[in-house]
């Protein structure tokens, strides 16, 4: 097994080193705030992974899989642009893309589906803004702020993503009150050709499909504030409520409340230290009418120059009347890496799970690159 792992480590890193180079510092805002009326971003995640202990000797796999997306915003005028992204992304052994059975066997790039991630048009003013089309509403964290190697693909399951509707935001800015925005959004599951996938197949959602914000109406929405306390960018807050319709019998409205803080106090000229909680209580999972979820989760992180170790603990709690879905269950992961100035990033890292009453740990590695251009 582990020499199995090895093999698709070395290989993996030798197919994912493209040739261009830019800054290791980026951020994931789709706006275009530069003078060229066009931009785009490059983020690419390639996971090689090693399941090294498992409830079942069969689940115990090798796996190498993506989470990559391209990132584009054209201005049309000062205030009006069309944003979009397109992400080639795979589940690590399992899981599997719209549920259904786990995936065993050795894993090289298997299900690795490329679909339009968003596509809008913007207002932005100096205070507000505004779109409309298929867009991931801002709830919470942004899941690329996590830290550990994991962290983004743990609260990548509970994210509210892939959504058709419009929204928009007020901002404000000064140095009394400091910085704080509200962003608002109302919208329904994309049952649209733009669910289509390529590469690999996924299960496409239609208005007969169950689950949460499955309606094709607007009665699903989100509100979220967030910003910095006391006027400073080094301590921040978010609260937000989510509100997913249902649209078949048997089903209960999904509602959600979500709370967070992060910090960063730079103790020395080279080292930061950072750290996060955030706190998600869902009634009536994805629809589900006798099934409440919170998931607890506290991070740290140390940037050293240019070396990086973080990571993060979620609890799970589960309140269910089905025996098998009131199980709680924990998720941990911990990584060390180090970020080159050419983009390229590398981590080692473990992680464990608890999810359903099966266990599992893992060890391996991330290979990360990004470009602006």
Same mark, same amino acid.
């Given at each position: 097994? *582990? ?24 951020? /994931?805002?789709?706006?275009? &705030?530069?003078?060229?009326?066009y931009s785009f971003h ?12 498992? %409830? ?33 992304? !795979? ?6 893309h719209g549920g259904g ?6 894993? *090289? ?16 003013? $100096? ?7 298929? *867009? ?7 899941? &690329? ?32 009150? !400091?910085? &704080? ?35 094709? %109406? ?24 989510? /509100? ?7 089903? $209960? ?24 909680? %955030? ?8 629809? $589900? ?8 989760? *506290? ?6 120059? /240019? ?46 799970q608890d999810e359903e009453? $099966?266990?599992? %740990? ?12």
């Amino acid at each position: 097994m *582990f020499k199995k792992f090895l093999i698709i480590t070395t290989s993996t890193i030798a197919m994912t080193i493209p040739a261009i180079a830019q800054d290791h510092h980026h951020d /994931h805002d789709h706006h275009n &705030h530069n003078d060229k009326p066009y931009s785009f971003h490059l983020d690419t995640r390639t996971y090689a992974t090693s399941i090294v202990n498992a %409830d079942e000797a069969s689940e115990e796999i090798a796996d190498v899989f993506t989470h990559s997306h391209l990132s584009g915003d054209y201005k049309l005028n000062k205030h009006l642009s069309i944003s979009g992204s397109v992400i080639l992304e !795979g589940d690590p052994a399992g899981h599997a893309h719209g549920g259904g059975a786990a995936r065993t066997g050795d894993l *090289f790039f298997d299900d690795n589906p490329l679909y339009i991630e968003e596509l809008a048009i913007n207002y932005d003013d $100096e205070y507000m803004g505004a779109y409309a089309g298929k *867009f991931t509403p801002r709830i919470g964290l942004d899941t &690329h702020n996590v830290p550990g190697w994991w962290g983004m693909l743990v609260f990548e399951e509970f994210q509210l993503r892939n959504k058709v509707g419009f929204g928009g935001y007020l901002q404000n800015d000064d140095d009394t009150f !400091g910085h &704080h925005q509200l962003d608002v959004s109302t919208f329904f599951a994309d049952t649209t050709f733009l669910q289509q996938s390529t590469l690999y197949n996924r299960s496409d959602l239609n208005g007969d499909s169950d689950g949460a914000s499955n309606t094709e %109406d607007f009665s699903s929405f989100t509100a979220n504030l967030s910003g910095n306390i006391i006027n400073n960018d080094h301590l921040n807050y978010y609260v937000g409520y989510a /509100h997913q319709g249902v649209d078949q019998a048997g089903e $209960e409205d999904e509602k959600r409340f979500v709370f967070g803080l992060s910090a960063s106090h730079d103790l020395t000229d080279h080292m930061i230290i950072t750290a996060m909680a %955030d706190v998600t209580d869902i009634g009536h999972l994805n629809g $589900e009418a006798e099934h409440d979820r919170r998931y607890t989760s *506290f991070g740290l992180g140390l940037d050293i120059d /240019h070396w990086t170790v973080g990571g993060t603990y979620t609890h799970i709690n589960n309140d269910a009347d089905d025996a098998g879905e009131s199980m709680n269950g924990y998720n941990t992961q911990v990584s060390v890496g180090y970020n080159f100035d050419n983009g390229f990033g590398i981590d080692l890292g473990y992680q464990s799970q608890d999810e359903e009453g $099966e266990k599992s %740990d893992r060890i391996g590695g991330l290979l990360r690159y990004h470009a602006d251009f």
